[in-house]
C-alpha cells in the first residue's frame, strides 16, 4: 500500500512493478494465456503470453467486474491479475462492496462462483497493489502543500478502507514527493534489469525450498510450512515474538511477517532468517494511516 500526496509518483512506481518480476514460467504461461483467451482479450495470434499482467481497474468497478460473473460466469479483473498485478488506484474510493469480496480471494488465491448449473473456480493469484491520498483534499502530512481538511474528514477518509483488508497487507509505504535534485539526477539509481535479476535469484530459491510441496512463492506458504521450511535465528524469533505482542499483531499478520522476512532472506541470499530480516520486515507494517 503506497500512500502520500497527489504527484508523489504512487502510481508510476506501483506501474514498473512488472519490469522487476520474473518472466511467466512455461506452466504460469499457458495458464494466464487460457485465462485471456475466456476472456476474449488474447489477441489474434499472440501465442503464449510471457509477461506478466498489470490490470488497474477504475474505482467505479462493480463486485461482479472485479471478481467475475454472468450467467456463464467469466473472469473477473482479480483473475485477469493472475500471476501477475492487480493494482487499486484511489483505494478509499473504490465500494465497500468490492473491498469486501477482495479479502477472501486474496488469501486463497482462487475464487469460487456459484450458479445453477455449476461451480465455477477461477485462479486468483495476485500481487495487490494499492494507492491512496491520506485525506480527501489528498495533502495530509504533505510537506510541500498544507491539508485542508479537519481531524474528523481525515479519520472518515481513512475508515473507508476496513481492517480485515489492511490485515492482508504486508508492506505499508509512505511516499514523498521526489526532491527536484534527485529527480534531475535521473539513471543514477540500480536498473530495473539489475532489481529483476535479484528477484530472479531469490525466486530460485523459493522455486527450491517449496518444489515438493507443489508451491511456487513464499507467499503460498500456510503455517505448516513456514513452521518446518524457515530456519530463523533465535534473535529474530525473539524480536518476533515481542512484536507480536507489543504491535498487537493478529495471527494473520504474524505469519505475513514470517512470509516477509522469508523473502528479504531471500533476497539477501541468506540461508536463515537473521534478526534484520525480521526488522524490516516489520517496519513495513507501520501504521501510517493513524
Known amino acids: 500500500l503506497l500512500a502520500g500526496p497527489p504527484g508523489a509518483g504512487k502510481s508510476m512506481l506501483a506501474k514498473a512493478l512488472p519490469e522487476i518480476m520474473p518472466d511467466l514460467t512455461p506452466e504460469e504461461a499457458v495458464t494466464v494465456t487460457k485465462i485471456h483467451s475466456v476472456a476474449g482479450l488474447l489477441p489474434k495470434g499472440s501465442g503464449l503470453l510471457k509477461r506478466r499482467p498489470f490490470r488497474a481497474p477504475h474505482h467505479t468497478v462493480t463486485p461482479a467486474a472485479m471478481v467475475g460473473g454472468g450467467a456463464i460466469p467469466k473472469p473477473g479483473e482479480i483473475t485477469l491479475a493472475h500471476r501477475g498485478v492487480l493494482f487499486l488506484d484511489e483505494l478509499p474510493e473504490f465500494s465497500a462492496q468490492v473491498i469486501n469480496v477482495l479479502r477472501q480471494p486474496i488469501e486463497d488465491g482462487v475464487i469460487n462462483i456459484a450458479r445453477s448449473g455449476g461451480t465455477y473456480r477461477f485462479p486468483c493469484r495476485i500481487l495487490l497493489a494499492a494507492a491512496m491520498n491520506l485525506c480527501q483534499c489528498g495533502y495530509w502530512r504533505s510537506d510541500w502543500q498544507h491539508c485542508q481538511c479537519t481531524p474528523y474528514q481525515r479519520r472518515q477518509y481513512v475508515s473507508k478502507v476496513n481492517g480485515p483488508l489492511l490485515d492482508r497487507i504486508d508492506l505499508f509505504m509512505p511516499v514523498q514527493r521526489v526532491d527536484i535534485e534527485d529527480l534531475a539526477r535521473a539513471g543514477c539509481e540500480e536498473a530495473a534489469d539489475s532489481v529483476k535479476e535479484r528477484v530472479e535469484e531469490a525466486r530460485k530459491l523459493q522455486e527450491k525450498r517449496l518444489e515438493e ?35 498487537k499483531l493478529s495471527a494473520r499478520a504474524y505469519y505475513r511477517v514470517m512470509r516477509v522476512a522469508a523473502s528479504i532472506a531471500d533476497l539477501d541470499q541468506s540461508s536463515r532468517i537473521e534478526e534484520e530480516h525480521v526488522a524490516e520486515a516489520l517496519s513495513y507494517r507501520q501504521r501510517i494511516l493513524e
Open 213 to 247: 510441496f507443489g508451491l511456487a512463492t513464499n507467499s503460498e506458504m500456510g503455517p505448516r510450512e513456514l513452521s518446518t521450511l524457515l530456519s530463523i535465528s533465535a534473535s529474530g524469533r525473539r524480536l518476533l515474538l515481542d512484536a507480536y505482542s507489543r504491535m
